[in-house]
């Protein structure tokens, strides 16, 4: 990367877009508020505020909510299956789970299939090859089914379908010859594992994203090229970035588009901050992310649940839960103070937005207890109005009986504990002891709770980078090209022909060559002890897969059994082209006192706390507790006992008293 060359990442997020633009070195941001009927809008929008000249631009990277979104309204393309005989039902037989084990009334949400959009072939595929074959009266039969339903996409699932494709082929090709405009998803090339509830999930996740975002991405890119800019990059789920093309061919790796970006974000920083074991904070105005990071290495995931919809991919290992800046305040029916999931988001937005939002929200117990300034100017257009909030507070502690200061300091614990039990969830039941790892706060409002939440969870350490309310978008810019593959391989360790394991392994990079330009490979695999339903993934590059597995088994489960046999399910390979990481160094510089102070609440006790300016702090300075550090794009609030200092990286260390 030159000195003149320019990298963006523009992420959008529930309330608001944000852009890093990395020139050289040096990084700028902006940060405008979220147009959710049109996400574009908003893109071209932060574009628009980055000073820039369009053929400088060597790449842009784009972290969309589109295909979350289109899971959580349901309003995605109307899909069709196409199954093999007797299995029609799959999708909503599913696990036989229920969401909530206690509550009987609860539904599992509606497959996004119905039932009378399912269609069959006679046809079957067994474990050594076709026991019936398919054929072309079938094919035509239920492409003539296909039309009438005038559906907009298609999944194509087979019962053995990742092993013998040829099935799913051709009636791939027969659905594209006679329906053009029809978006077709293989599951043999979607998701080539075994399993068939997971396989018909994902695949048909796919096909019901696919049309939608497709025609965002397509409009977003002449948008783009019109100003003169390349073609954008799409973060996918995994953390690496990829064409156009290849994300509308897999709308369903896209889910977690907006929240691993803030991950790859997080790794770097912290990183270059000498922190390699770190739980990720990051909290928005819709909700919050949290994920693990180990030994520098970004935790991924191929089993995970989004809005009730089983996608097995490749996927940062994040968590989410529905508290953010925007999360609603309300009482529950047993008059107990509850926060979100609802969220006001950036439109009508919290009450102290003034934009028609009544209700009280986290931002506004922040402002109320003086986190935030009365009058602070968000997204360059929003005035934060602490009366608004005064009286949205006023009217949720009427309701249990609570002043407007017992209901603000209300909300901010409901919120926090809710957000601490996120992070209990990726590192206790993971395996992993918080009190080991560093805290990287970031979002619009996550280095605002974080001291709190080390706290709970008695973590010693807290990383604010310099631009976190805008990391997301700096992990995009810096993302790598990555593209996934994987390829079933059932074999037990002890009987493998390491021969056809390596052939296995070099024709999914062969698949990565034709994709990428030169790019690097990882080796992995899914392994478990047989008999075990589910599997742990593991390095495959030249390490014991065995002690690998072992390894992974006993930090997750606290055991391993010695006598059992250890199978091989899938290879996997990652193949990437790295991108250029820019150097985070700060000159070091005299230390500047605040730049004024502010009334502010900690624990029920007012307090008058110094407030600081992080633009005009460098790197050596030191700060103690309690104190205001206000980012371009966020606040930081240093609780009492904790010290802060800018370390060479450019990033705010916070340490509590006593460790």
């Not at 919120?415 to 590192?427: D, F, G, H, K």
């Not at 079933?488 to 390491?498: K, N, Q, S, V």
Request: aromatic content about 6%.
């Amino acid at each position: 990367m030159t000195a003149d060359e320019v990298r963006l990442g523009v992420d959008v997020g529930g309330t608001f877009t944000d852009l890093v633009l990395i020139r050289g070195g040096h990084i700028e941001t902006a940060k405008v508020p979220s147009t959710q009927e049109d996400q574009s809008i908003g893109v071209m929008q932060a574009v628009a505020m980055a000073d820039i000249e369009a053929g400088a631009v060597s790449a842009l990277a784009h972290g969309m909510t589109v295909a979350t979104n289109a899971l959580l309204e349901r309003n995605g393309a109307r899909t069709a299956l196409i199954t093999t005989e007797g299995f029609r039902d799959v999708v909503e037989i599913g696990r036989q789970n229920r969401p909530s084990l206690y509550q009987l009334d609860v539904d599992r949400p509606p497959a996004l299939v119905p039932r009378e959009l399912r269609f069959v072939v006679r046809e079957r595929m067994g474990p050594h090859g076709p026991i019936e074959v398919l054929t072309d009266s079938e094919i035509d039969r239920v492409v003539e089914q296909l039309k009438r339903a005038a559906v907009e996409s298609v999944a194509v699932c087979l019962l053995f379908g990742y092993l013998y494709p040829e099935h799913e082929d051709r009636i791939g090709s027969a659905l594209r010859a006679a329906l053009p405009s029809v978006h077709v998803s293989l599951s043999s090339d979607v998701l080539p594992e075994f399993r068939e509830f997971e396989r018909f999930s994902t695949t048909i996740a796919d096909a019901y994203l696919g049309p939608r975002t497709a025609r965002y991405l397509g409009s977003l890119a002449k948008e783009i090229q019109a100003a003169g800019m390349p073609p954008p990059l799409v973060m996918q789920s995994s953390g690496g970035v990829v064409d156009i093309a290849a994300a509308v061919s897999r709308a369903a790796s896209c889910v977690l588009s907006g929240p691993a970006g803030g991950v790859v974000g997080a790794a770097q920083v912290a990183g270059s901050s000498g922190f390699t074991d770190l739980l990720t904070f990051d909290m928005g105005g819709t909700s919050t992310d949290v994920a693990p990071i180990i030994g520098g290495r970004i935790e991924t995931t191929t089993s995970a649940v989004v809005a009730g919809v089983p996608i097995k991919m490749p996927m940062v290992d994040v968590h989410t839960v529905s508290a953010g800046g925007g999360s609603v305040a309300w009482v529950d029916s047993g008059g107990a103070l509850r926060v979100g999931p609802q969220s006001a988001g950036a439109d009508p937005g919290p009450a102290c937005y003034e934009r028609g939002g009544e209700d009280a929200t986290v931002t506004d117990a922040n402002l109320w207890l003086g986190y935030l300034e009365d009058g602070a100017v968000l997204g360059g257009e929003i005035v934060l109005n602490k009366e608004a909030s005064s009286a949205a507070l006023e009217r949720l502690g009427n309701q249990v009986g609570m002043d407007p200061l017992e209901a603000a300091l209300g909300v901010v614990q409901v919120a926090n504990s809710e957000m601490a039990r996120a992070l209990r969830v990726i590192s206790v039941e993971r395996g992993f002891d918080p009190r080991e790892f560093a805290l990287v706060a970031f979002g619009g409002a996550g280095p605002m709770h974080a001291c709190s939440l080390a706290e709970d969870l008695s973590m010693p350490i807290v990383l604010v980078p310099k631009v976190s309310g805008v990391l997301s978008a700096l992990g995009l810019a810096i993302s790598d090209v990555r593209r996934d593959y994987v390829a079933p391989f059932l074999a037990r360790l002890d009987d493998i022909d390491y021969e056809e394991l390596e052939k296995g392994f070099v024709r999914l990079e062969e698949a990565g060559h034709g994709d990428l330009d030169q790019p690097v490979f990882t080796r992995r695999a899914d392994l478990r002890y047989a008999g075990q339903s589910f599997e742990l993934t593991v390095d495959a590059d030249g390490s014991s897969l065995a002690a690998g597995f072992e390894s992974a088994h006993e930090r997750r489960y606290g055991y391993t059994l010695d006598a059992a046999a250890i199978e091989v399910v899938n290879l996997r390979v990652v193949a990437t082209v790295l991108a250029d990481r820019p150097s985070f160094v700060e000159a070091p510089t005299e230390a500047m006192g605040p730049s004024g102070s502010r009334n502010a609440n900690f624990d029920g006790e007012w307090m008058d706390v110094p407030v600081f300016k992080r633009t005009a702090m460098g790197a050596g300075m030191v700060l103690q507790g309690p104190a205001l550090i206000e980012f371009p794009e966020s606040t930081c609030v240093v609780r009492p006992r904790w010290e802060g200092t800018i370390d060479d990286s450019d990033t705010l260390v916070l340490e509590r008293a006593g460790g």
